[in-house]
């Protein structure tokens, strides 16, 4: 019999190590490309998933105008119309008329547990085809929904509403998960006080979406605010977006040492620099690119 040397068994040792070390690498890359397919299948760059146990919404402000949620909503009622057998469309004939939405909202319960089946850690946004605190969504729905938020704790959850009134008025009826971010959007100056009622809210993250930019907003007051998104409209319709706006936001994030993402210019036109190499239009991903003064900002909350 030959005896094996002390370096072969080394070596094979090695070998065991540096296989195993390549199938998890593999399994990594795996998962980076099925987050990435995630993010560049629903459009949007700051989260992962999308879970909508509402549907249907009103427009409230002038971020409302071109509303995507309102167009997208059409076309599935439009969907449903020709697939009578397809049950969750169902829900959208229901809020939509005339291709715009009616101010009426349903509960789709046979969403409401999906967030359950997803075993991977996602970053969700929730109701992008509604809105958690409208009006017409009872309290008890939204219970429902934060259950399930703070059943599933290896997700991350962010919710966004215009209507930080009736948020601050059901904030303390509520149990907030750790796992929920909470924001509140703003499109120009005279909304800052939807900030000021996010901040007396219960939730344990909060952040403001700035989309789209409509115009200035100085003296931001961003105490007790952990992130900031900015974007530009795109699609029909599309409103300009100027880089003093752009810039103002940032510095002030970077004053207040607030987590500041710059989604995208949204239309081509509002990007000072048309070649910008991360736009749609070049070959990128950011509609209307995301460099600002030749940097791309994607910070996240610590």
Known sequence: MTATSPTSIADFFLFNQLLVAARLLLSLGRKFKEIAM???KIGIEWTNSTWNPFVGCRRISPGCMHCYAERMSSR???MQSRNPSDGKRRYYLKVIQHNHWNGEVRFVPEVLSEPLTWTDPRMIFVNSMSDTFHENVLIDDIRSVFDIIAETHWHT????TKRSDRLL???AQLIWPDNL?????VE???????IDDLRKTGAKVKFISIEPLLGPISNLDLSGIDWVIVGGESGPGHRPMLIEWVREIRDQCAAQGVAFFFKQWGHISNNPVPSDPTAKENGGTAKGGCLLDG????????
């Open 157 to 160: 959850f962010q919710m966004l």
């Open 188 to 194: 120009t100056a005279p909304y800052v006080k939807r």
């Open 38 to 40: 995630s993010v560049n």
């Open 181 to 185: 971010w909470m924001g509140v959007s």
């Open 169 to 171: 008025e059901l904030s």
């Open 295 to 302: 940097q791309e900002y994607k910070e996240f909350p610590a």
């Open 76 to 78: 599935q009622a439009a």
